[in-house]
């Protein structure tokens, strides 16, 4: 299971479309923004274009949102990453990061999603885990060693993706790195055949936490409203 929750079928069931292609845009824009307008040499837009294409945001979405990124329309683009901490109901803690135009509106409703639980202040709950680079990709050589693919990347862990994650006839692996290394990482696969599929910053719980069977609603239906929220970029937590 990857850092970032995800509930399975969330993109057809808890997102409508237009909030799930307006999501994948903004992230397009701000690693355009942030490290230029060229997906092959910014690896993070690459990803996030490649994202894009998989759920099937048209092109000239993803086109527009490019250059609005790279500054080529004239528009202002002022999105800033926000980071709430805290704990989903039965405590388990909860790591959300928000990307948001007005922090004034952002977050007080984040604070009323966390009723159900419980917001923290900054540092009460980072410490649960550890702040890494990820790359997600794909090779369709199967026969590849994973741990030595790690190593040449500079990766310092590799774990295969499940069947579910993976692309059909391909290996799939989901590689952790220093956050300082990721652009390197994900470079050093992309011109050795791999499809990068995700390059991020993102929390690892330090201990996953195991929740019973009878408190996993809850906690999922308090996952699922941050989720919804327009601004909600990522959320992390340490259930398994």
């Not at 405590?91 to 004034?104: F, H, Q, Y």
Request: proline share 4%; glycine share 8%; hydrophobic share 40%.
């Amino acid at each position: 299971m990857g850092a970032q929750w995800k509930q399975k079928g969330r993109e057809a069931s808890a997102l409508k479309r237009g909030q799930l292609f307006g999501k994948l845009a903004k992230e397009i824009i701000v690693a355009a923004k942030a490290g230029g307008g060229d997906p092959h040499l910014n690896a993070r837009l690459f990803a996030a274009i490649e994202t894009a294409k998989k759920h099937s945001v048209p092109r000239d979405t993803i086109e527009r949102a490019v250059k609005k990124g790279a500054g080529l329309t004239g528009e202002q683009v002022n999105y800033e990453l926000v980071t709430y901490e805290g704990f989903a109901p039965h405590k388990v803690p909860v790591i959300v990061e928000c990307l948001t135009d007005n922090r004034s509106r952002t977050a007080p409703e984040i604070r009323v999603l966390f009723k159900a639980g419980h917001l923290g202040e900054i540092g009460s709950v980072a410490w649960m885990f550890n702040h890494v680079g990820i790359v997600e990709a794909h090779h369709p050589d199967t026969s590849l060693d994973l741990e030595t693919v790690a190593i040449e990347a500079g990766a310092q862990n590799v774990e295969p993706l499940d069947a579910d994650e993976a692309t059909a006839g391909h290996i799939g692996a989901r590689f952790f790195c220093d956050r300082g290394d990721l652009d390197a990482v994900s470079k050093f696969l992309t011109k050795s055949g791999w499809t990068v599929t995700a390059s991020e910053m993102s929390y690892v719980a330090k201990n996953a936490m195991d929740v019973p069977e009878a408190q996993k609603p809850e906690v999922i239906a308090f996952l699922t409203a941050l989720d919804e929220h327009d601004d909600v970029h990522r959320v992390y937590t340490a259930m398994k």
